[in-house]
């Protein structure tokens, strides 16, 4: 990391995590509140359609990107890269932390020139602030739900994404891991600041079939970024 931030000395150099949560019909469980000796009841659901949520945070404050994606592989990955090297002002280099998945490490993954990934080293899910702010989105956003189909999927993230950033500081809260003070970056011993107001908005990206008889493509995804 520290080699990274030697190359790029003329640009703000950034930390930032990501990580890919897979959210779909299949659903979840999570605690909830309940009389006492009665059991809880909740909906599930049994099929099996399902998008991915790919986000990238910049720890220890509310700064966040987000993408739905129809599959967890190397083209998303790409096509996620793309659009977060766009986000990011023109002076800025973002150094990128995540873990070995298969779409990670491979040579045919398209990297931006002002991003520069950084892998965690196998089995440490618990250094990746990502995984924090997963749960939490579907614990407290995406848990006994019933979609109907995979739009319905896909706007459930996306409001789910949005609510959690309108949520002032727990972003922040989340990924505040006490190891980052130890990181380097240009300014020295890692500390951020949150300097950009929050925004939303909608873009059309390349589409992915539903699997209908039909030549139909669902032409929406919806990103979240700061």
């Not at 909830?32 to 049994?46: C, F, L, M, S």
């Not at 800025?92 to 080293?121: E, F, Y």
């Not at 006490?178 to 240009?186: D, F, I, N, R």
Request: glycine share 4%; aromatic share 12%.
């Amino acid at each position: 990391m520290k080699r990274i931030v030697r190359r790029h000395r003329d640009a703000d150099v950034q930390l930032w995590f990501e990580d890919e949560a897979c959210v779909g019909q299949k659903g979840r469980n999570a605690h909830v509140w309940y009389q006492r000796g009665q059991r809880p009841i909740a909906p599930t659901d049994k099929r099996f359609k399902s998008v991915y949520v790919y986000g990238a945070v910049r720890p220890d404050t509310d700064d966040a990107f987000g993408l739905v994606l129809p599959h967890a592989d190397t083209a998303m990955m790409s096509l996620f890269l793309d659009a977060f090297s766009a986000s990011l002002a023109p002076n800025v280099h973002a150094i990128l932390v995540m873990d070995k998945a298969g779409w990670h490490v491979t040579g045919r993954l398209k990297v931006p020139q002002n991003v520069s990934l950084v892998h965690l080293p196998p089995y440490s899910p618990e250094l990746n602030l990502v995984e924090r702010v997963g749960l939490h989105l579907k614990e407290r956003y995406l848990s006994h739900r019933v979609f109907a189909d995979v739009p319905a999927i896909v706007y459930a993230c996306a409001k789910a994404w949005n609510d959690l950033l309108a949520d002032k500081g727990r972003v922040a809260s989340l990924t505040a891991y006490p190891y980052l003070k130890q990181v380097w970056t240009s300014s020295g011993w890692y500390k951020a600041e949150l300097t950009t107001p929050l925004r939303f908005f909608e873009r059309a990206i390349p589409a992915w079939p539903l699997r209908r008889p039909s030549s139909s493509y669902l032409k929406i995804a919806s990103i979240c970024h700061i």
